[in-house]
């Protein structure tokens, strides 16, 4: 509560409570640790609070069976997750440690990059911002799709940019790690 406090003024405040609930939310969904048992492993404990299970991935590291119909199908679920406004949906197609840097071309002005974090996507998709386009002239195109063991990119074209998809396979799951999209009219 302090640490929220503190950046009340800030504009990481909206940002830092959401990602709070995502967390509470996430830990909420995981079996609570066995009575008197550990809550997190050996020699790790929790500061305040009550004990929190925390599950690890499903096993060892496993290759994927069917890479590109695995990383097309995400791309999909992704694309749509961004159309529909649904954060649930876009939440499990990026890595936690998504980031993604957007190339902007605006007629008689100097090109702009900017940069944005997961969180920042998912408050985006939240907010609706994919749910503008009509649903006739929505796009998601797969294509330049390369894998090479457990990493993976691929062009993704949206009907109003296209983004280069770098992606990892974590916790025997493919996930979207980084981003460079560009939009707007040269």
């Known amino acids: 509560m302090q640490l929220l406090t503190l950046f ?11 990602l ?16 008197g048992g550990p809550a997190v492993g050996p020699g ?4 305040a609070g009550p004990a929190v299970g925390v599950m690890q991935a499903g096993g060892p ?11 097309q199908a995400l791309l999909q679920r992704h694309a749509r997750a961004w159309y529909e406004g649904n954060s649930a949906l876009m939440a499990s197609t ?6 993604r840097q957007q190339l902007k071309h605006t007629a008689n002005q100097p090109d702009a990059m ?3 974090t997961g969180l920042a996507l998912l408050d985006q998709t939240d907010r609706g ?4 386009t009509e649903p006739s002239a929505r796009k998601a195109e797969v294509s330049a799709l390369q894998v090479q063991g457990s990493l993976a990119s691929a062009v993704l ?6 983004e280069r998809l770098q992606l990892v396979r974590w916790n025997n799951q493919w996930r979207v790690l980084h981003a460079v999209s560009e939009a707007g009219a040269r």
Not at 44 to 47: D, F, I, Q, R, T
Not at 61 to 71: D, F, G, L, N, R
Not at 94 to 99: A, G
Request: aromatic share 6%; net charge negative.
């Open 94 to 99: 990026i890595h936690p440690h998504y980031q």
């Open 114 to 116: 900017e940069g944005s």
């Open 157 to 162: 074209q949206f009907n109003d940019r296209s």
């Open 129 to 132: 911002f994919g749910r503008n």
């Open 20 to 35: 709070g609930l995502a967390v509470a939310s996430a830990f909420a969904q995981q079996p609570s640790a066995p009575a």
């Open 8 to 18: 009340h003024r800030g504009t990481l405040c909206c940002g830092l409570a959401a």
């Open 44 to 47: 790790v404990g929790l500061a």
């Open 61 to 71: 590291a496993q290759p994927s069976a069917q890479p590109e119909a695995e990383i």
